[in-house]
């Protein structure tokens, strides 16, 4: 597993950046149902999805949710306990705006044959936020996020995967775990957990617990 780059400390997270695809719907509402309105990071993520559908999917999250969620929308503040999903057809990327960050969509080329792809998400919050990223990857075909996994692990941030048994398809986490680049592999009802004990600062155990 890459160490974290010489240099550049791990620090406490400071965005939750997730991805997912094929089966990806469920698994994220999962997630998201079991954090609470008071979660002390914004929350970005990409869904592989066409547009309109993104719209309907970040309402049905909201009203699921503690968490506030709607579809992001270019220039929209990140700000703790918000979730921005990313439109169908766009990409979605972070950028950092004074003392704090913001969305920028675009409709640049596909990557992974996918817009919106999660790995220009991973690396522009790599760009953003160095080592103060915690990146989450759910169940998806393909291996999108594998690249963007990279540059966050070179960061210093950790990245953490659902596990195969619990996954509809292996593919995204997959290859990031095969990779040597997933900081823990975890089965969905223990992701949520994890993230919120890396938030609270016990970072070093969501560094070892599930880690294979």
Do not use: K
């Amino acid at each position: 597993m890459p160490a974290p780059a010489p240099g550049r400390p791990a620090l406490p997270p400071q965005v939750l950046a997730i991805g997912c695809s094929t089966g990806g719907p469920e698994a994220l509402s999962t997630v998201l149902r079991a954090l609470p309105a008071s979660l002390p990071v914004p929350v970005v993520v990409v869904q592989h999805m066409p547009p309109v559908f993104t719209a309907m999917f970040a309402q049905r999250l909201d009203s699921q949710c503690a968490l506030r969620v709607r579809e992001a929308q270019d220039g929209d503040r990140l700000e703790p306990g918000l979730v921005l999903v990313a439109p169908g057809d766009f990409h979605m990327t972070v950028a950092r705006s004074g003392t704090g960050a913001v969305v920028r969509l675009d409709r640049s080329a596909q990557e992974n044959f996918c817009r919106p792809a999660v790995d220009p998400l991973f690396r522009s919050v790599a760009q953003a936020y160095g080592s103060a990223v915690l990146a989450l990857v759910l169940t998806g075909m393909g291996q999108d996020g594998l690249l963007g996994a990279g540059r966050l692990r070179e960061a210093g941030a950790p990245v953490l995967v659902q596990d195969a048994a619990t996954s509809t398809v292996w593919g995204m986490p997959g290859s990031i775990a095969n990779a040597g680049l997933a900081t823990a592999v975890l089965p969905l009802p223990q992701v949520a957990p994890a993230v919120l004990t890396a938030l609270s600062g016990a970072r070093a155990a969501v560094l070892t617990a599930g880690a294979r």
